[in-house]
């Protein structure tokens, strides 16, 4: 399965970006979806992550700020950033959990990260 991220961009303090995740591929079924980033020098961390039912989680730090959601017949996954800080600043990658259906209909499990997304939040 390929993730393709976009939606990345500049943007004041303050301000908004939607970012936009969309999953291609051949027999497979997703489970759960979300959102990390990366600042330079540091760790990747999870921002959001939504299961297949819409279930949804987030860091402390987007809590009240950020939304994500899904469209499980589109195959994407979204995020939506207001209010964004200059320490949103990062690059932001989709991910992706789920399982292929092999031919003779057995299951293999797989985890997929997308090419990620420059988001710049200027002060």
């Known amino acids: 399965v390929q993730l393709q991220a976009s939606g990345g961009g500049l943007v004041q303090a303050g301000g908004s970006l939607k970012l936009s995740c969309v999953a291609s591929g051949t027999r497979f079924r997703l489970n759960e979806m979300g959102w990390y980033r990366q600042a330079p020098g540091k760790q990747r961390d999870l921002v959001a992550g939504?299961?297949?039912?819409?279930?949804?989680n987030y860091g402390d730090s987007v809590k009240g700020r950020f939304t994500i959601s899904r469209d499980n017949a589109k195959n994407t996954v979204y995020l939506q950033m207001n209010s964004l800080k200059p320490e949103d600043t990062a690059v932001y990658y989709c991910n992706a959990d789920g399982y292929y259906i092999n031919p003779d209909d057995t299951w293999t499990v797989f985890r997929s990260w997308g090419q990620g997304t420059q988001v710049t939040v200027s002060s």
């Open positions: 939504i299961s297949s039912d819409g279930v949804t």
